[in-house]
């Protein structure tokens, strides 16, 4: 379970995030959703210990993500939006550097790696060098890197962007499974009907703080709005009319 409490980030002049709170809990997926530069990937890198909140309080599994990062991060998987691979390892050899990284020991290594292979269908592929792959085969060997330690949480950054249609669906596919697996599962993502589709929560954020957090059913019935995308506009201008 993901939890944030009252987070606070600037950058100079800039407050990315103004006492931002919401829950993530095991056994759902929740959307994290916000136009651009609402703080959304701010928060992510947060939860993943790339960003160190100026206030405020975030935990992974009740582990706080800033006083016990190393063990924060064993427990999630990430993938951050346009994450980049090693060119000149194959993507056999990305996932099993990231697998050590993330303390998969030795004596099992080859065989998670191998599993994850499977999982995600990159066999024909995954002893190849990654430098040329195209955008689909980077954000499965990306995806791969993200779940081979068996992390309880996953941090999804946009994970269909530049997707095909059949790999959008085999995706979506497997986030479902994380869901009936009881793993907690955030992600981002512009796409209103792949939210519709997958969410059991949603947390929308604008100008850094959140507007709204509830179900799909319940951001409708508070914004009077059967359409997601006009409840997800609603919720935007609630917070620009403060």
Known sequence: MIKVDRIHKSFGNVQALRGVSFAAPDGKITGLLGPNGAGKST??????????????YASVD????????????????????????????????????????????????????????????IGDFADRRTKGFSQGQR???????A???????????EPTNGLDVMATRSLRDLILKLKDAGRCVLFSSHVMQEVAALCDDICIIADGVVAIDDSIDGIRERTGCDDLEDAFVAAIHLVAAE
């Open 139 to 145: 954000t499965k060997v990306s995806l791969a890197r």
């Open 43 to 56: 928060i992510m890198r947060v939860l993943y210990t790339v960003l160190r909140p100026d206030k405020g």
């Open 62 to 121: 009740g582990i706080d993500v800033v006083a016990d990062s190393l063990a924060a991060r064993r427990r999630i998987g990430a993938l951050p939006h346009g994450a980049g691979l090693y060119p000149h390892l194959t993507a056999r050899e990305n996932i099993a550097y990231f697998a050590r990284l993330c303390g998969v020991e030795k004596g099992v290594l080859d065989d998670q790696v191998d599993n994850i292979i499977k999982l995600l269908e």
């Open 147 to 157: 779940l081979v330690h068996d992390p309880q949480n996953v941090i999804l950054d």
